[in-house]
């Protein structure tokens, strides 16, 4: 069984970085056609997806936040991370990362509150 | 605004059959690309319910089933169970974006 859970400081700066990691167990990151994904959602509102890394190292990100976003793999920790950069309030969030099988985010972490607040 | 939207509420009453509807566009459900769906509890990360337009995953239940046509999809629960009270929301991809898009979910409430 494939578990993921989030970690990293649950409260930054405005403008300094945010940086998250997901911690696979049950399966490796680097075998299989997987992507993983980071996702968030504020307070009382819906899903916006961040952006995937394939299990290969190939990233994509959304364009609203492409020019901040960085996910990247590290196989020997069998995690992948997340960093945003200059954060505001807007990005105060549950951060979630997600599994990307059957086509579809098929294992998610329990998610992670990010607040941006100086 | 969601690029794909959904009804913010349903309700009906316990054995009873909802539907939601998740409505997109040419460059997105209409362009052919999967729509899946999610349930989310409060206070707890969403599951994935439906993949792939019409699929379930091992272990969700056959009330769950789901459709889509031209440019929406359609999630419906027969037999309505306090248990479903949750949020739901549908999910595809978009060309037009580049990116993985979602509705703004449908609160199910069981009455």
């Known amino acids: 069984q494939v578990q993921l859970q989030e970690s990293g400081p649950g409260l930054v700066k405005p403008s300094q970085t945010l940086s998250l990691t997901c911690t696979v167990s049950g399966g490796s990151i680097s075998s299989g056609s997987y992507y993983w994904n980071w996702i968030r959602q504020p307070a009382g509102k819906g899903l916006e997806w961040i952006g995937r890394i394939y299990s290969r190292g190939s990233a994509n990100y959304h364009p609203s936040l492409e020019r901040r976003v960085t996910i990247s793999l590290d196989t020997s920790k069998n995690l992948f991370s997340l960093k945003l950069t200059s954060v505001t309030a807007a990005d105060t969030a549950v951060y979630y990362c997600a599994r990307d099988g059957l086509a579809a985010a098929d294992y998610w972490g329990p998610g992670t509150l990010v607040s941006v607040s100086s | ?111």
Request: net charge neutral; charged share 15%; proline share 6%.
């Open chain 2, 1 to 111: 605004q969601s690029v794909l939207t959904q009804p913010p509420s349903v309700s009906g009453a316990p054995g009873q059959r909802v539907t939601i509807s998740c409505t997109g566009s040419k460059s997105n459900i209409g362009a052919g690309y999967g729509v899946h769906w999610y349930q989310q509890r409060p206070g707890t990360a969403p599951t994935l319910l439906i993949y792939g337009d019409f699929n379930r995953p091992s272990g969700v239940p056959d009330r769950f089933s789901a459709s889509k046509s031209g440019t929406s999809g359609s999630l419906a629960i027969t037999g309505l169970q306090a248990e479903d009270e949750a949020d739901y929301f549908c999910q595809s991809y978009d060309s037009s974006l580049s990116a993985y898009v979602f509705g703004a979910g449908t609160k199910v409430t069981v009455l």
